[in-house]
């Protein structure tokens, strides 16, 4: 028996309420377009309130010489030229835009004592472009959007599951989905559909991601809308996730605590960034400072728990109270560690999806008519090594971009083209999954897909080990075939899970189709196999299904641009196997 739905029309549908979706649906709001956001959490706890350290920006609020040509730069040369130039251009330049925009909202910036927005050194940035709010900046901007939202009246529906995006003849007309408490069912019908539900970190084991969040949902509502992604293999390691307790593992420690100051040390207490970074030290970039972490793990001077040391115990309590405050409040809880006095023990941990759906630089269109996607679930920006704080500004910049672009679309529609068909799939795929009653247990097929991310596809992949991982995948993927699917008087998770475990099946395996393909080590992508950067893959790498990955060309890095970016894209002191 199907469970009874609930019929909704509006002209724009956001998928996901973090940063990115509600930068849209106030930019929709704004211009007096009717727009509905739901997300599967509440509104105040969706995943950019985890972001620590901060938000880019040229600012040049503390360097005067910085210009958004040198950001661009700088963004284009740690992404080991594999970021479009078009998408880098936009957010550099509207960057600025973004922070006044966020500033309009009422957003707390940390600020010099003469009023401007204060700036700090991020790894990898030319000057300081940073700014923040103490160590806890994307809580206050999920906070500023949150209210801002609420003031324009904008609607949020939080704990919505969406299963589907309905397309009619490429062209979206509506979502399908179901409450998360009650099991009730959702038809959304829009001219425009905005998907902004993360990325896939959360195939990995060990991850910064929460249990229920960035488990490839916005990957496969696009590719079973018709969209493809792209450079899905690109996946940021953190270098400093907590290893305990087991049920935070993954948890961040702040970027911020090595901008302050912070030292990295094995268990013989050296230094050890000076192998592989002896001029920026614990300032190189995230993928050298985590391939560096896993390297003096991986050859035996690790932490006894596996892991190596941060350590800011020799900076001065005060600095620590008042620019790490959540880096210390964080491991007090979790720890009943005391940062000011005892080190850190941390290693690499799963972060950020830099690949993400193939969007179209300019308007982030995805190719299905009316689709948009934005934000980390989006690809273009990053490359293969993402700046800090480029994903926060990322959000605002194409926020108000594909707000404006979902509300000409909407407004230029002469008619929406339904299809009764389409719902009915969308309806049978759940009704499918509510009467599954196989001996498989979801978490635990969701847990051994971990595991086969982790061995197969982690900081350091090869040949033999991707292959091992594709046949792991199609024996769990068989397993899926298998499972019961339980409601229980608190809730429908157990659906919910399911269709996680769907989301992260495709996910990892475009991870590992992708990953197999790239025979080269190129920022956060390692193959010891193939240690050495190979040109002929300086391109995008998008996948349509399995196995299924054409090459795309990159645009040219126009030349004013050019000349600010150094010489050395180069693999020294990356891969020490």
Not at 108 to 121: H, L
Not at 209 to 214: A, C, I, K
Not at 290 to 296: C, D, F, I, R, S
Request: aromatic residues 6%; proline residues 3%; hydrophobic residues 40%.
């Amino acid at each position: 028996m199907t469970m009874a739905e609930q019929q909704i029309a509006t002209s724009v549908l956001v998928i996901g309420t973090g940063g990115g979706g509600l930068r849209a649906a106030i930019e929709l709001a704004e211009r007096g377009v009717e727009v509905l956001a739901l997300g599967k959490r509440p509104r105040n706890d969706a995943h950019t309130s985890l972001a620590a350290g901060g938000i880019n920006a040229a600012l040049a609020t503390m360097d005067p010489e910085d210009t958004w040509q040198q950001h661009a730069a700088d963004t284009l040369q740690e992404s080991y030229l594999l970021a479009n130039p078009d998408t880098v251009r936009i957010v550099t330049e509207g960057a600025a835009q973004g922070i006044a925009d966020l500033e309009r909202y009422g957003m707390p910036f940390a600020r010099e004592a003469d009023g401007r927005i204060s700036q700090r050194f991020f790894g990898a940035h030319t000057y300081r472009r940073t700014a923040f709010a103490g160590d806890y900046t994307g809580l206050e901007i999920q906070r500023t959007l949150v209210n801002r939202a609420v003031q324009l009246g904008v609607p949020i529906l939080d704990n919505v599951y969406v299963t589907r995006i309905l397309v009619r003849d490429n062209t979206v007309f509506g979502a399908y989905g179901f409450d998360l408490d009650t099991g009730r069912r959702y038809v959304i019908h829009a001219d425009a559909v905005i998907l902004a539900a993360g990325g896939h970190t959360r195939i990995w084991r060990r991850t910064s991601s929460r249990r229920d969040e960035n488990t490839g949902d916005s990957f496969r509502l696009a590719v079973t809308a018709g969209g493809r992604i792209r450079d899905t293999e690109l996946v940021q390691f953190h270098p400093s996730g907590l290893l305990e307790p087991e049920n935070a593992a993954g948890t961040l420690v702040s970027e911020a605590a090595r901008g302050e100051g912070g030292q990295l040390r094995n268990a013989l207490g050296e230094r050890f960034m000076s192998r592989y970074d002896a001029e920026r030290m614990e300032l190189s970039t995230r993928d050298r400072v985590a391939l560096a972490a896993y390297t003096e793990i991986k050859e035996g001077r690790g932490t006894p728990k596996g892991g190596v040391w941060l350590d800011v115990s020799h900076l001065p309590r005060e600095t620590i109270m008042q620019r790490l405050p959540r880096v210390y409040q964080t491991l007090l809880e979790l720890q009943m560690l005391d940062i000011t006095r005892q080190p850190i023990e941390i290693a690499p941990t799963a972060h950020y999806s830099m690949g993400g759906v193939w969007v179209r630089a300019e308007d982030h269109s995805t190719g299905v008519d009316g689709l948009y996607a934005l934000g980390e679930a989006a690809s273009g920006l990053h490359g293969a090594n993402r700046l800090g704080g480029n994903s926060l500004i990322e959000l605002l910049v194409f926020g108000r971009i594909v707000g404006e672009e979902a509300a000409k679309f909407s407004m230029n529609r002469e008619s929406q083209q339904r299809s009764a068909d389409v719902v009915g799939e969308a309806r049978a795929e759940v009704d499918g999954l509510l009467a599954a009653d196989g001996p498989e247990n979801v978490r635990a097929l969701q847990r051994a897909l971990r595991d086969t991310l982790t061995a197969r596809a982690g900081v350091v992949r090869d040949e033999a080990g991707l292959l091992a991982g594709i046949d792991e995948l199609a024996e769990i993927e068989e397993r899926t075939a298998q499972i019961g699917v339980h409601p229980d008087i608190a809730g429908f998770q157990d659906l919910a899970h399911a269709f996680d475990l769907k989301s992260s099946a495709l996910a990892a395996r475009a991870t590992l189709d992708a990953a197999l393909e790239r025979r080269e080590s190129r920022g956060c992508h390692n193959r010891s196999d193939y240690p050495d950067l190979d040109e002929s893959l300086q391109v995008n790498l998008v996948w349509s299904g399995p196995g299924e990955i054409t090459r795309e060309r990159i645009p040219e890095i126009p030349a004013e641009i050019r000349a600010l970016m150094r010489d050395d894209i180069s693999t020294d002191g990356k891969l020490v196997e």
